[in-house]
């Protein structure tokens, strides 16, 4: 087992028991350091006090982990960016109504608004001059990602059909 592996094994329990999912891990060496950083993620956006409790919790946890050995490491815990691909079930229920992007096995490109999450697909709400729904098989998508608004608009932009 790696290190990565061994310190991902040793926090998932701790992680999940907060009631958490620890979404990645990465240690990177720095001179005669190590920069260990872990991805947290929530059914809900972590708030700074949750990140800075797991935090402590995961530092404290590392410190006493043998397989570690002597070397000193930097710990940054971390919650998901904005450009994290929706690869699970879960990454799509947490953004409901907001605007993704499916590229589609096929090529093709599909923008519309999270409206529902079942087990095998997503209802998108694409916009236009008469807003509709689709349903996208999860199988049928590539890559999948939350568009970021500025300026957003309605949701109601027009009737759905």
Not at 4 to 21: M, Q, R
Not at 147 to 152: K, S
Request: glycine share 8%.
């Amino acid at each position: 087992m790696d290190l990565k592996d061994a310190v991902h094994e040793v926090l998932s329990p701790y992680v999940s028991g907060a009631g958490f999912f620890l979404e990645d891990v990465s240690i990177t060496s720095a001179g005669k350091k190590r920069n260990i950083t872990c991805v947290i993620d929530g059914e809900t956006d972590l708030s700074m006090d949750e990140i800075a409790t797991i935090s402590k919790g995961i530092g404290e946890i590392l410190d006493t982990a043998p397989f570690l050995g002597e070397t000193p490491f930097t710990l940054e815990v971390t919650s998901p960016g904005i450009d994290r691909p929706l690869t699970l079930q879960r990454h799509w229920n947490k953004n409901i109504d907001r605007l993704a992007k499916a590229v589609m096995v096929n090529g093709e490109v599909i923008n519309g608004r999270i409206d529902t999450v079942h087990d095998e697909s997503v209802c998108l709400i694409i916009s236009g001059k008469v807003a509709k729904k689709i349903e996208v098989p999860f199988a049928e998508i590539k890559r999948a990602t939350i568009e970021i608004e500025f300026n957003r608009k309605s949701t109601a932009e027009g009737e759905l059909s």
